[in-house]
């Protein structure tokens, strides 16, 4: 099944992100989280593999779709409208496939985007908030957090150097009393030039739910990369 999502996703990056390179000037985390070109060193045909997962009470509860063994599979491919390259984007989970419209490969990683909005529509599903309103307060979270922390990730046996910057959106928001365990939401992306596609980790995790644990967390991993074909 293909879904079409272009609109939606150019509505959530002009939501986010307006104005790529104004943002990446503004410090060190939107160099690394909004970087362009991240797939000049990844050949045409290749994939990228991503582990994914959705779990927690809100999951279990039916607010949004549990996803126990997804995966996200984007693939560097000659475009047939430019001279350039597209990125398409697959997203699998048990049986159900779906495609995404394809993404200009030499803006940044589109994962950027399927992990926004997957955050924007669990939040807004789960509480019955406005999404526009729940999207600006990550746009401002992203534009005002700037320090990130060095860490090291794990990737086909190898530990590589990485940076990990951490966001939480509804931090002394005045409307916490109406969000429950969201009003304690984390995201956070652990980046590595050593990684292709630069992600290494994105995550979503709120506060508990009623068993103690995140009452949802929502962790895509990056896998390694294979050739098409």
């Known amino acids: 099944m293909r879904l079409t999502i272009g609109t939606k996703a150019l509505l959530l990056t002009a939501a986010l992100a307006p104005g790529l390179a104004p943002w990446a000037s503004a410090g060190e985390a939107q160099d690394r989280i ?45 475009s047939e409208v430019t001279d350039g390259r597209d990125a398409e984007v697959t997203l699998r989970s048990g049986e159900q496939v779906r495609s995404l419209t394809t993404f200009p490969g030499s803006a940044g990683n589109p994962l950027l985007m399927v992990f926004m909005e997957s955050s924007v529509r669990a939040m807004a599903t789960a509480t019955g908030g406005s999404p526009f309103y729940i999207r600006n307060r990550m746009r401002e979270a992203l534009r005002t957090q700037d320090r990130g922390a060095p ?41 590595s030039d050593a990684v292709p596609g630069s992600y290494a980790r994105l995550d979503l995790v709120t506060g508990p739910g009623p068993d103690g644990a995140p009452a949802l967390r929502e962790t895509i991993t990056f896998e390694g990369t294979e050739k098409s074909g």
């Open 34 to 78: 909004f970087a362009l070109g991240v797939f000049d060193e990844v050949a045409t045909g290749e994939r990228l593999h991503y582990d994914h997962t959705r779990a927690g009470s809100v999951a279990q509860a039916g607010a949004v779709q549990p996803i126990e063994d997804g995966e996200v599979v984007i693939s560097l491919v000659d």
């Open 151 to 191: 860490v090291e990730v794990e990737v086909g046996g190898e530990t590589l150097e990485a940076r990990r910057y951490v966001f939480r959106p509804f931090a002394g928001d005045p409307n916490v009393a109406r969000m429950g365990a969201f009003a304690e939401l984390e995201i956070s992306f652990v980046v």
